[in-house]
């Protein structure tokens, strides 16, 4: 985690284990989608209001199992890539040891009512920037794993 990020804390549920105990691999892309949803909120408050995102990719590195605890976790984001029309939200899933479980990256699309891209708007990329962090750190981009 870095100064400019923001940190939520989200709490598991019964229902997000599988059969081993550990939380599964799609509720954690859940966790990461309710801590961008906060973040957006947060940042954008009632400015939010007109813009229309979609998400076009998603990538997770899963670091160690995320076992349910009723502490809750958190999830660091920040901005970790801004583009034209699109910018990318980076995040990084710490246990209630603060063990990272998990880092992912949500690529998201800035789109018109009709469903085309659009360049970010003036008024939003200053609230990006305000957010931007560093790259996500996955392994297979460092040459740090195989």
């Not at 081993?20 to 961008?36: C, D, K, S």
């Not at 809750?72 to 920040?78: D, E, K, L, Q």
Request: some cysteine; glycine content about 8%; aromatic content about 8%.
């Amino acid at each position: 985690m870095t100064a400019t990020d923001d940190v939520f804390e989200i709490a598991l549920r019964w229902g997000d284990m599988d059969a081993l105990g550990h939380i599964n691999n799609v509720q954690i892309a859940r966790l990461f989608e309710q801590a961008r949803v906060e973040c957006f909120n947060s940042w954008f408050g009632d400015a939010r209001k007109g813009i229309h995102l979609l998400v076009a990719r998603q990538e997770i590195e899963y670091r160690a199992i995320l076992h349910y605890s009723t502490d809750p976790v958190r999830i660091a984001c920040s901005i970790s890539d801004i583009g034209r029309s699109s910018f990318e939200f980076g995040y990084q899933l710490l246990d209630a040891a603060g063990a990272v479980c998990a880092i992912a990256e949500t690529t998201v699309v800035i789109m018109t009512r009709e469903g085309r891209p659009t360049p970010i708007p003036d008024d939003v990329r200053p609230i990006l920037d305000e957010h931007k962090g560093e790259p996500v750190p996955f392994r297979r981009r460092s040459g740090t794993g195989k």
